[in-house]
C-alpha cells in the first residue's frame, strides 16, 4: 500500500513549510517520481532539513577509529582536537572555540556494549529505533559474534569508498523487529526505488565485482544468522523477505542505489560557524588566513578522507533526480546527519529540483563519460538539459572516454570531502 503523501516529508524540519515549498510527483515508468518545486525558490535558500530513517557510519571509518556518535554520526571530536589529529600538530589552538558545538560532557556509552552517543536523546533514541534488537553487550570484542562476523566479512570484501553499508542494512532489519507497527516501517522502507531482478543482479555485481554471487550468498548466510528471527517471520511476511536469496539481493540493492553519503565534521562545522561572525577587517583576515593556512597543513598531513563518513536513506531528498546541471545540492552543516537541500540557483515554480549524483570532477567529463558512471552506478541514461544539448554535437564524445576506471566506485562520500574542502 502507498504511502500518504504526509509520510514523504513527516523526517522533515517544519513539514508544513516543506509542502508549502516542493511536490513529489510520478513522472514516467522510467524516470519514477521526481521532486517538484511549487513556488520560486531563490538561489541560497534551503528547501528543506531532513533526517534519515536510518543510517550508519561506514565500517573502515569506525575501525580507524573515527569517533562518531552511533545514532547521528556527529564527530564526538571537538574541532580542535579534529583539527590537531589531521594536521598532526598536538599543540594547534582554535580561536572562537565556541563556535564548536561539541560538548563532550554531554556524551553517552550505552551500558552494555559501550557504543558512543552524542546525547543522552541519541542513545535514547536509538534504543527506541534499533539499539535494543542490535546491542551487543559483552560480546563486542567477540570474534565470533555473528554481527561481528558480518562485519568482518564485509570488511574483507574491500571496496573502499563503500558505497553500500551492511550495517544499515541490519538496522533496517532491527527497526522493523523493534517496532510496534510493523506495517509503518515496512510501508516507509517500500518508498525507496525498487528494481527489476536484472537490475539488482548488475548493482549487486558493480557492489562486489566479479564474485558477487558467491559473496552475496556468503553475506546473506551470515546476515541470517545474525539477525534472522523466526518470530519475526511469522508476525510479517515482507521482513521475512529480507532473508530469501532474492530478498536479500533487493535490499542489497535499495541501499547500494538510494543511501546517500553523510559526511560530518566537527571542524568544518567550526569553520561555517567562523564564516558567519562578524569581525572587523583586519581580524576577519586574519582568521581567514588561519583557516587556510589550517587546510594546506590538513591536506599535506591527511589528504582525503576528514570527515565521518557513513550512508543514510532520506525519504523525500531520495525522490531527487539526477541532473549534470543540477540545481539543488546537499549537504551536512550541523556535523550530524541532518541533511541540508540547498538552491543553487533561482528555481521557478513547477520546475523539478535535481541534484547532480555525480561528484565535481565526474560532472567535468564529456557527455559520454558522464553517462557511463551513471549508467554503471544509478543504471540510467541522462537526459538533462545539459546531455540533451550535447548529444547534437559529437566532438563533445572523445578524449577522456578510454581512462573511466577511476570512475568506479566513486560515492556520495567523496562528494562531501569536496564540499569540506571548499569552505
Ligand atoms: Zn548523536
Ligand atoms: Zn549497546
Not at 224 to 244: E, G, I, K, P
Not at 300 to 314: A, H, I, M, Q, Y
Not at 351 to 369: A, P
Request: proline share 4%; charged share 25%; glycine share 6%.
Amino acid at each position: 500500500m502507498a504511502a500518504t503523501v504526509g509520510d514523504v516529508f513527516s523526517l522533515c524540519m517544519e513539514p508544513i513549510k516543506v509542502c508549502s515549498y516542493v511536490e513529489v510527483r510520478p513522472i514516467d515508468k522510467i524516470k519514477g517520481k521526481g521532486l517538484f518545486a511549487k513556488r520560486t525558490i531563490r538561489k541560497g535558500d534551503t528547501i528543506f532539513i531532513e533526517r534519515p530513517l536510518v543510517s550508519a557510519q561506514f565500517l573502515w571509518n569506525s575501525l580507524y577509529k573515527y569517533r562518531a556518535c552511533d545514532f547521528c554520526l556527529r564527530s564526538l571530536e571537538t574541532a580542535q582536537e579534529n583539527a590537531r589529529r589531521l594536521s598532526g600538530n598536538a599543540s594547534l589552538l582554535l580561536p572562537y572555540p565556541e563556535q564548536c558545538s561539541v560538548r563532550p560532557e554531554m556524551h553517552q556509552a550505552c551500558p552494555q556494549c559501550q557504543v558512543m552517543y552524542c546525547s543522552s536523546e541519541c542513545q535514547q533514541a536509538a534504543l527506541d529505533q534499533y539499539h535494543r534488537a542490535l546491542c551487543l553487550g559483552q560480546s563486542q570484542e567477540d570474534p565470533e559474534h555473528p554481527i561481528n562476523k558480518l562485519q568482518e566479512a564485509w570488511r574483507n570484501m574491500h571496496f573502499p569508498p563503500e558505497t553500500a553499508n551492511i550495517m544499515l542494512m541490519a538496522r533496517m532489519v532491527s527497526t522493523v523487529k523493534q517496532a510496534r507497527d510493523k506495517g509503518h516501517w515496512l510501508n516507509l522502507f517500500s518508498q525507496f526505488c525498487s528494481r527489476t531482478t536484472n537490475e539488482e543482479e548488475e548493482i549487486a555485481h558493480k557492489l562486489l565485482g566479479e564474485k558477487f554471487q558467491g559473496q552475496l550468498a556468503l553475506l546473506r548466510n551470515l546476515f541470517t544468522t545474525a539477525l534472522y528471527d523466526d518470530h519475526l517471520n511469522r508476525l510479517c511476511v515482507l521482513s521475512f523477505q529480507w532473508f530469501s536469496p532474492e530478498g536479500f539481493r533487493s535490499l542489497f540493492s535499495l541501499v547500494g542505489t538510494n543511501g546517500q553519503g553523510i559526511g560530518t565534521s566537527s571542524l568544518s562545522q567550526w569553520v561555517h560557524g567562523c564564516d558567519t561572525l562578524e569581525l572587523p577587517g583586519q581580524q576577519r583576515e586574519q582568521l581567514d588566513a588561519f583557516i587556510d593556512q589550517l587546510y594546506k597543513d590538513i591536506e599535506k598531513e591527511t589528504g582525503d578522507f576528514l570527515n565521518c563518513e557513513g550512508s543514510g536513506l532520506f525519504l523525500l531528498q531520495s525522490s531527487c533526480n539526477h541532473s549534470c546541471v543540477p540545481n539543488a545540492e546537499a549537504s551536512f552543516p550541523n556535523n550530524n546527519f541532518l541533511l541540508h537541500l540547498t538552491a543553487l540557483c533561482d528555481i521557478s515554480p513547477g520546475e523539478e529540483v535535481c541534484i547532480s549524483y555525480l561528484d565535481c570532477c565526474q560532472r567535468e567529463r564529456s557527455r559520454h563519460s558522464r553517462h557511463k558512471i551513471l549508467r554503471e552506478n544509478y543504471l540510467f541514461v541522462c537526459a538533462c538539459p545539459r546531455c540533451v544539448s550535447q548529444a547534437e554535437d559529437p566532438d563533445l564524445t572523445s578524449e577522456d572516454d578510454d581512462e573511466d576506471g577511476d570512475g568506479e566506485g566513486e560515492t556520495e562520500g567523496d562528494e562531501l570531502e569536496d564540499e569540506m574542502t571548499d569552505v
